[in-house]
């Protein structure tokens, strides 16, 4: 299970006749396995810098430039 506990709005991202809210968000996750695809929420797509938080464990992966999670 995830749930976004915070999210920043970095504005609209159109591609052919569809548009998705860009954001920057901090997820919190139950497992590793729970942490979304960069473009897995529907309506939304994730910017580098999002964070996801691991509570099984309390790693830290943040999202970067080639929508990867990298752990911190």
Same mark, same amino acid.
């Given at each position: 299970m995830?749930?976004?506990v915070n999210q920043e709005?970095?504005?609209f991202k159109?591609?052919?006749? #569809?548009?998705?809210?860009l954001i920057r968000a901090v997820?919190?996750?139950?497992?590793? #396995?729970d942490i979304p695809e960069y473009n897995a929420l529907e309506g939304y797509e994730l910017d580098i810098?999002?964070?996801a938080w691991d509570i099984s464990n309390g #790693?830290?992966?943040?999202?970067?430039? #080639?929508?990867e999670w990298v752990k911190q």
């Open positions: 995830r749930k976004i709005f970095i504005g159109v591609s052919g006749d #569809e548009s998705v809210s997820i919190a996750c139950d497992t590793a #396995e810098g999002s964070v #790693e830290i992966y943040a999202l970067n430039s #080639e929508h």
